[in-house]
């Protein structure tokens, strides 16, 4: 191309080095012939599409699509083409490509129909849009969170004195009544499930400030702070006939931690254990040093956490508790919590033998 070209100010000039930017280009750029085959695509279609150029050149563009799309573009394709009022596109296009590991990938697309040479082609720029999609996805999710916690701590301050006070008298009335008096046990099931309310409202309380994320760290001993949660678990368990095994080990160093927080990590992973072993059981709360960091473990022979959903109990609000029974905030609290003191999660867990969650905080 001649230095005075019309398309440059000559510093880019000649076919190669025109052929060099449409080849460096961001985008995924292909260019299709009439008949629907590619002429031509850059590298960037190489890496979207996972064909290597001469694949991609033996091609027909509608290889490129989900099946479920082939028949219909392979028609406007060609009216598209030929038609002479056709302009090149001023807004993209949301559509499916599908790679050629057979998975569908979202992108948009911008049409440009040339003359190249007489002959009709279309020249097609993609973008793939996966992580703009999960992100955009993300950010709904963190909305309807933080909205959710907004509203939760209204309503949730609210129940927490109604709560106190029926939890408080049943515990009060519990040890005024003989062992065989039929009113005991309809007593223990308000006391034990107002203990559950309290510790609901405890989690969604704690689940919208962690949405400010406000951390109260002090230096101090990881066995007192669990003790001190030791005492709801220590009713709960005695109720459920559940078997409570405390190990600590006698000399660890102190650790910065957020008291309240981290009880509540220690009641969310004991209250799932307890539900977890519907007919008792044994649950073994353990603190250890661990080279350079102090482990908290909390482990249960219940039920076990099938492998397909491991990867999910993390999540806010999944469950696969029945209605009223779970919120699925727990362990998304319990993530969140170890997180924000740079600690980290591991999880052992056998079908039908028990669950251990181990807690690292570094020293
Ligand atoms: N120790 C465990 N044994 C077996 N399954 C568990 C255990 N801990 C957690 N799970 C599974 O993980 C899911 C999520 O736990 P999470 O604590 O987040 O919510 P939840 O207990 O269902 O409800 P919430 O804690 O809000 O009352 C549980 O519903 C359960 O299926
Ligand atoms: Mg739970």
Same mark, same amino acid.
Request: negative net charge; glycine residues 10%.
């Given at each position: 191309?001649?230095? *005075?070209?019309?398309?440059?100010?000559?510093?880019?000039?000649?076919?190669?080095?025109?052929? !060099?930017?449409?080849?460096k280009a961001p985008d995924a750029i292909i260019v299709v012939?009439? %008949?629907?085959?590619? +002429?031509?695509a850059n590298a960037a279609a190489e890496t979207l599409f996972g064909y290597s150029r001469p694949e991609l050149l033996e091609l027909s563009v509608e290889t490129l699509m989900p099946d479920r799309f082939r028949e219909h573009h392979a028609h406007t394709r060609s009216a598209y083409m030929n038609s002479p009022r056709a302009r090149p596109m001023k807004t993209g296009l949301e559509l499916w490509g599908k790679?050629? %590991?057979?998975?569908e990938i979202p992108l948009d697309i911008m049409l440009n129909p040339v003359r190249i040479n007489d002959r009709h082609v279309v020249i097609a720029t993609m973008r793939d849009m996966t992580m703009h999609r999960q992100?955009?996805?993300?950010? +709904?999710? @963190?909305?309807?969170?933080?909205? +959710?916690?907004?509203?939760?701590?209204g309503v949730v301050h609210d129940l927490n004195n109604p709560i106190g006070v029926i939890l408080g008298f049943s515990q009060a009335t519990l040890p005024s009544l003989q062992e065989s008096d039929p009113v005991r046990n309809t007593l223990k099931t308000i006391e034990q499930e107002a203990l559950r309310c309290k510790n609901l409202v405890r989690?969604?309380?704690?689940? @919208?400030? *962690?949405?400010? @994320?406000?951390?109260?760290?002090?230096?101090? %001993?990881?066995? %007192?702070?669990?003790?001190?949660?030791?005492?709801?678990?220590?009713?709960?368990a005695h109720q459920r006939d559940v078997e409570l095994d405390r190990q600590y080990e006698a000399e660890l160093p102190p650790l910065m931690l957020d008291q309240a927080q981290i009880q509540?990590?220690? +009641? *969310?992973?004991?209250?799932? !254990?307890?539900? !977890?072993?519907?007919?008792?059981?044994?649950l073994t709360v353990a603190i250890a040093k661990a080279g350079e960091e102090v482990c908290l473990s909390v482990g249960d022979t219940g039920t076990g956490i099938p492998p397909e959903i491991r990867q999910h109990i993390f999540d806010a609000f999944f469950t696969t508790k029945v209605e009223g029974k779970g919120t699925g905030l727990g362990l998304s609290l319990v993530s969140d919590i170890v997180k924000n003191h740079k600690g980290r999660i591991e999880l052992d867990s056998e079908m039908g033998k028990g669950t251990t969650f181990k807690i690292y905080l570094k020293i």
């Open positions: 191309m001649p230095s *005075n070209s019309p398309f440059s100010s000559g510093l880019i000039a000649g076919e190669a080095q025109f052929e !060099a930017l449409f080849e012939g009439e %008949d629907g085959r590619l +002429i031509a790679g050629k %590991d057979g998975k992100m955009t996805a993300a950010l +709904i999710q @963190s909305e309807k969170l933080a909205a +959710i916690g907004q509203f939760a701590a989690n969604l309380l704690s689940f @919208s400030r *962690n949405q400010k @994320s406000e951390l109260a760290l002090q230096l101090q %001993d990881l066995k %007192d702070v669990v003790e001190a949660a030791m005492t709801l678990v220590g009713t709960m509540q990590v220690v +009641i *969310n992973l004991c209250v799932n !254990a307890m539900d !977890a072993m519907p007919t008792g059981g044994q």
